[in-house]
Protein backbone atom coordinates (compact mmCIF):
# COMPACT_ATOMS: atom_id res chain seq x y z
CA UNK A 1 0.00 0.00 0.00
CA UNK A 2 1.38 3.13 -1.63
CA UNK A 3 1.73 6.33 0.81
CA UNK A 4 -0.07 9.69 -0.39
CA UNK A 5 2.36 12.40 -0.68
CA UNK A 6 1.22 15.34 1.52
CA UNK A 7 -0.29 18.11 -1.22
CA UNK A 8 1.41 21.37 -1.25
CA UNK A 9 -1.86 23.80 0.42
CA UNK A 10 -2.38 20.90 3.16
CA UNK A 11 -2.30 21.93 7.07
CA UNK A 12 0.38 20.05 8.28
CA UNK A 13 -0.55 17.38 10.93
CA UNK A 14 1.06 19.03 14.40
CA UNK A 15 3.61 16.29 16.28
CA UNK A 16 5.99 16.85 18.82
CA UNK A 17 9.38 14.75 18.83
CA UNK A 18 12.74 14.75 20.89
CA UNK A 19 15.66 16.41 19.61
CA UNK A 20 19.05 15.19 20.03
CA UNK A 21 19.13 16.71 23.51
CA UNK A 22 16.09 15.03 24.21
CA UNK A 23 13.74 18.31 23.88
CA UNK A 24 10.63 18.57 22.31
CA UNK A 25 10.42 19.92 19.31
CA UNK A 26 6.57 20.76 18.76
CA UNK A 27 5.65 21.69 14.86
CA UNK A 28 2.82 24.22 16.18
CA UNK A 29 5.38 26.15 18.25
CA UNK A 30 6.91 27.37 14.96
CA UNK A 31 3.76 29.02 13.93
CA UNK A 32 4.77 32.08 13.34
CA UNK A 33 7.79 31.25 11.46
CA UNK A 34 8.98 28.80 8.47
CA UNK A 35 9.87 25.48 9.02
CA UNK A 36 11.91 23.67 6.69
CA UNK A 37 11.47 19.51 8.07
CA UNK A 38 14.70 18.26 6.13
CA UNK A 39 14.24 14.49 6.05
CA UNK A 40 17.03 11.91 5.80
CA UNK A 41 16.43 8.45 5.57
CA UNK A 42 19.32 7.09 8.39
CA UNK A 43 21.54 8.59 10.28
CA UNK A 44 25.14 7.64 10.21
CA UNK A 45 25.37 7.67 6.05
CA UNK A 46 27.71 10.25 4.36
CA UNK A 47 24.98 11.96 2.01
CA UNK A 48 22.57 12.32 5.33
CA UNK A 49 25.68 14.00 7.04
CA UNK A 50 26.37 16.56 4.28
CA UNK A 51 22.67 17.44 4.01
CA UNK A 52 22.75 18.06 7.82
CA UNK A 53 25.91 20.08 7.72
CA UNK A 54 24.26 21.97 4.61
CA UNK A 55 20.89 22.50 7.48
CA UNK A 56 23.74 23.80 9.86
CA UNK A 57 26.11 25.69 7.26
CA UNK A 58 23.07 27.91 6.61
CA UNK A 59 21.39 28.58 10.03
CA UNK A 60 22.05 32.30 9.58
CA UNK A 61 20.12 32.41 5.91
CA UNK A 62 17.22 30.47 7.17
CA UNK A 63 16.88 32.65 10.12
CA UNK A 64 17.26 35.72 7.67
CA UNK A 65 14.11 34.70 5.91
CA UNK A 66 12.16 34.02 9.43
CA UNK A 67 12.76 30.08 8.93
CA UNK A 68 13.26 27.48 11.72
CA UNK A 69 15.21 24.58 10.09
CA UNK A 70 15.57 20.68 11.48
CA UNK A 71 16.44 17.64 10.31
CA UNK A 72 14.25 14.18 11.06
CA UNK A 73 15.01 10.79 10.90
CA UNK A 74 13.97 7.50 12.46
CA UNK A 75 16.76 7.35 14.35
CA UNK A 76 16.39 7.19 18.23
CA UNK A 77 17.27 10.20 20.63
CA UNK A 78 21.09 8.69 21.81
CA UNK A 79 21.35 7.95 18.00
CA UNK A 80 21.14 11.37 16.87
CA UNK A 81 22.62 12.49 19.82
CA UNK A 82 26.05 10.80 19.27
CA UNK A 83 25.68 11.53 15.41
CA UNK A 84 25.12 15.16 15.68
CA UNK A 85 28.39 15.58 18.36
CA UNK A 86 30.38 13.65 15.54
CA UNK A 87 29.61 15.69 12.81
CA UNK A 88 30.21 18.97 14.97
CA UNK A 89 26.42 20.04 14.71
CA UNK A 90 25.77 22.80 17.46
CA UNK A 91 22.91 24.74 16.60
CA UNK A 92 20.69 22.60 14.37
CA UNK A 93 17.92 20.55 15.74
CA UNK A 94 17.39 17.05 15.01
CA UNK A 95 14.54 15.12 15.66
CA UNK A 96 14.03 11.12 16.41
CA UNK A 97 10.97 9.99 15.11
CA UNK A 98 11.69 6.98 16.21
CA UNK A 99 8.16 6.05 18.02
CA UNK A 100 6.05 5.40 17.21
CA UNK A 101 8.06 4.30 14.36
CA UNK A 102 8.46 6.82 11.52
CA UNK A 103 5.01 8.20 12.82
CA UNK A 104 5.41 11.89 11.24
CA UNK A 105 7.30 10.61 8.11
CA UNK A 106 3.95 8.22 7.65
CA UNK A 107 2.04 11.57 8.35
CA UNK A 108 3.55 13.29 5.40
CA UNK A 109 3.17 10.05 3.24
CA UNK A 110 7.27 9.48 2.75
CA UNK A 111 7.93 6.76 5.44
CA UNK A 112 9.67 4.17 2.59
CA UNK A 113 8.30 -0.08 3.40
CA UNK A 114 11.58 -0.37 4.36
CA UNK A 115 10.89 1.94 7.30
CA UNK A 116 12.80 4.79 7.07
CA UNK A 117 11.71 7.96 5.32
CA UNK A 118 12.57 9.87 1.66
CA UNK A 119 14.80 11.83 1.72
CA UNK A 120 13.04 14.98 1.45
CA UNK A 121 12.81 18.14 2.10
CA UNK A 122 9.14 20.15 2.99
CA UNK A 123 8.18 23.10 3.93
CA UNK A 124 5.74 24.49 6.07
CA UNK A 125 4.40 28.42 5.76
CA UNK A 126 3.75 30.81 9.10
CA UNK A 127 0.41 29.67 9.73
CA UNK A 128 1.17 25.71 9.49
CA UNK A 129 0.29 24.88 5.74
CA UNK A 130 2.64 22.91 3.44
CA UNK A 131 4.23 25.25 1.14
CA UNK A 132 6.59 23.13 -0.56
CA UNK A 133 7.60 19.15 -0.97
CA UNK A 134 10.11 17.59 -3.05
CA UNK A 135 11.65 13.98 -2.40
CA UNK A 136 14.68 13.36 -3.84
CA UNK A 137 17.09 10.01 -4.79
CA UNK A 138 17.51 8.44 -1.65
CA UNK A 139 21.25 8.84 -3.02
CA UNK A 140 21.45 12.52 -4.00
CA UNK A 141 22.19 15.36 -1.89
CA UNK A 142 19.44 18.37 -1.24
CA UNK A 143 20.66 21.12 -3.37
CA UNK A 144 20.69 23.80 -0.61
CA UNK A 145 20.65 26.84 -2.83
CA UNK A 146 16.82 25.42 -4.16
CA UNK A 147 15.39 25.74 -0.83
CA UNK A 148 17.06 29.00 -0.03
CA UNK A 149 15.45 30.24 -3.15
CA UNK A 150 12.38 29.33 -2.42
CA UNK A 151 12.48 30.70 1.33
CA UNK A 152 13.31 34.56 -0.25
CA UNK A 153 10.47 36.57 -0.15
Not at 7 to 36: C, H, M, N, P, T
Amino acid sequence: MENKVIGVGKKAKDFILRDQKGQEFILSEGQGKKVLLSFHPLAWTPICANQMKDLEKNRKIFERYNTLAVGLSVDSVPCKAAWVKSLKIHYTRMLADFWPHGAVAKSMGILRPEGFSERANIIIDEKGRVSFVKIYPVKELPDIREIIQILMP
